[in-house]
């Protein structure tokens, strides 16, 4: 798709329509990119000729187009210069002010725009190598999982890794953790890694706890900083790899080349197109990954708009503290603002961090992935170098710990506010902590979606009192300017739709507790989008320019064959992204 659309803009075509008929497919367009013309100029000296760049017009026209400004605003049609929009309103006004010739014109055809869609919580390079590894979502029995990964091994050469991802114990009838006798058993001669649907926990067999040192006896279970092991009766490691413990496994990967990695965000970003995402915020970014970024945009394939959040458990090197943050280029495409932290499990594992027991699991409250101190220190050396935190905390314990390193941060600068800190996921919160978000201008950028699967078990897992505090986008963000949405992607949906979709039926889980706290937090449709757009911007301190359709603002777009916003929520999961722009260009088109 991405070669297609490169060889296309570079045809010399003066003009082109691109029309898209609701429930059919077009091919693959794109907008004809900027010409230089000659213009005679005089002087005493006689004529010259001087290179002037011709302003290149986009018309977006026949649908039904919403501005995402706060009014709910809705136009028949808007009117692009240079990649950003120029104005808004009916088709019979715009169409006066295009040019006589060389406008771009795209017919919606009835079809459904918003503000394009923007991912706040998104692991680029981690999508892009799953989509070469196993699928293993929607996998119901472990016997199942067995069977697909003995498939590949043999097709696979003996020694090489075998990855995968996405498997859920919950979809199974005993819905426990297996023990890897029956994967080893199966596949004896490659390691094999395979990633839970949270991306957080792994299965492995016994030759991947054989090079990672980890198949002998042990005492209990063995915990790691902000992780475990697992282990059955004997004491022995049952191949379930909890949070950081993984990592003892991945460490013994083959390190794939910047070629590889790149060809990984590559696809990734084909598949982020093809979901009508316009832009990123790509999480727990590598330092090395940086490189790659840059050479992908100076080289023009960089087409998806990217906010990268470094690594930041480990610390920084003093390299990259150096150079950043790193400002926007002239169209937006790549920016690094911050640095991005993580401090808990998954309640899927029991390992997010609890202020009290799981209700299900007496004596168990989860663990830190790092001490208090320690993330307080990390938070000082990102406000130090004007980096914008973004910590991920799941549980109620690991929210108030995010909010007391906030906190101390206001108390050393009053101006610490201004870098706009971010709280990932912010799943479980205490009543005593959720109005602290809005007094401390903190931004919780949350994951909708999840609720689809996680609202039915939580009162279960966390007893009635702490499921009220899951999933409180009105409490946390009472303006919804700063809630900002996500996918979680790879690990959790299949992409916006799923949040948008939760979101807006949040209320029908009314029943699930009497006094129907759940039902009030839930948003319109407009509350959801407002935050996969205007939200994400402003979390990323672009919401100057980005988020709306409105003039002056860069004209990124997504286009539904369905209306997300107040369309049948029975049907919103299949509707199709027709189009996706970003500085009104064709980017994707189905």
Avoid at 80 to 89: K, L, S, T
Avoid at 547 to 571: E, H, K, N
Wanted: proline fraction near 5%; aromatic fraction near 6%; hydrophobic fraction near 40%.
């Amino acid at each position: 798709m991405l070669t297609l659309l490169l060889c296309v803009s570079l045809l010399p075509v003066p003009q082109e329509v691109l029309e898209l008929q609701t429930g059919t497919s077009a091919g693959p367009q794109d907008s004809v990119p900027a010409v230089e013309t000659s213009v005679s100029a005089s002087s005493s000296g006689g004529s010259a000729t001087v290179a002037k760049p011709a302003v290149e017009t986009l018309f977006v026209y026949g649908g039904t187009i919403y501005l995402g400004n706060p009014d709910g605003g809705v136009v028949e049609s808007i009117l692009v210069e240079n990649g950003r929009v120029v104005a808004a309103g009916t088709e019979k006004r715009l169409r006066t002010q295009l040019p006589e010739e060389g406008a771009n014109l795209v017919d919606l055809k009835g079809a459904m725009g918003v503000p394009g869609i923007q991912d706040s919580h998104v692991r680029v390079e981690r999508l892009g190598e799953s989509l070469e590894q196993l699928d293993l979502r929607g996998v119901s029995s472990y016997a199942d999982l067995v069977s697909r990964v003995a498939e590949v091994a043999e097709r696979t050469p003996k020694g090489e890794w075998i990855r995968g991802s996405g498997w859920d114990q919950r979809l199974w009838e005993s819905q426990g953790f297996p023990h890897h006798q029956l994967l080893s058993e199966a596949v004896p001669d490659h390691p094999v890694l395979l990633w839970r649907i949270d991306g957080k926990s792994s299965l492995v067999n016994g030759m991947a706890l054989e090079l990672a040192k980890l198949d002998g006896e042990f005492d209990s279970i063995t915990r790691v900083q902000g992780g475990r092991v697992l282990l059955d009766d004997e004491a022995m490691p049952t191949g379930v790899l909890i949070d950081r413990a993984t990592e003892k496994v991945s460490k013994c990967l083959p390190r794939p080349d910047a070629d590889q990695r790149a060809a990984w965000i590559l696809r990734a970003q084909d598949e982020l197109l093809a979901r009508g995402i316009t832009c990123v915020h790509d999480m727990d970014v590598a330092e090395e990954a940086l490189v790659i970024y840059e050479s992908l945009r100076e080289r023009g394939l960089l087409k998806l708009r990217v906010v990268a959040y470094v690594a930041g458990n480990e610390g920084l090197s003093d390299e990259i503290l150096s150079s950043l943050p790193r400002r926007p280029d002239p169209l937006d495409q790549f920016s690094v603002p911050g640095v991005s932290f993580q401090i808990d499990g998954s309640l899927d594992t029991w390992s997010a961090a609890l202020l009290g027991d799981y209700s299900d699991r007496p004596g168990e409250r989860g663990h830190l992935w790092m001490t208090e101190e320690h993330l307080t220190l990390l938070v000082h050396e990102a406000w130090q170098a004007g980096l914008q935190p973004a910590i991920h905390a799941v549980g109620d314990r690991a929210n108030r710990i995010a909010l007391d390193a906030y906190e101390r941060m206001i108390q050393v600068d009053g101006e610490f506010t201004n870098l706009r800190p971010r709280i990932e996921q912010a799943r479980v919160i205490s009543s005593r902590d959720i109005p602290r978000f809005p007094a401390l201008h903190v931004i919780p950028s949350m994951q909708p979606a999840q609720t689809l699967s996680d609202l039915a078990g939580l009162e279960q897992r966390l007893g009635p009192n702490r499921s009220r505090g899951t999933y409180a986008w009105r409490s946390l963000a009472p303006g919804l300017l700063q809630l900002a949405f996500g996918s979680g992607l790879p690990f959790g949906c299949e992409g916006p739709l799923d949040g948008i979709l939760a979101a807006r039926i949040r209320r029908d889980h009314e029943s699930l507790f009497s006094d129907g706290t759940i039902g009030s937090e839930g948003l319109d449709g407009l509350g959801a989008l407002a935050g996969f757009t205007r939200g994400s911007a402003f979390a990323v301190h672009q919401e100057d320019r980005r988020g709306q359709l409105i003039p002056g603002f860069w004209a990124d777009m997504t286009v539904f064959d369905q209306d997300p916003i107040s369309g049948d929520t029975a049907t919103l999961l299949d509707s199709k992204v027709l189009l996706t722009l970003i500085n009104g260009r064709v980017v994707y088109s189905r």
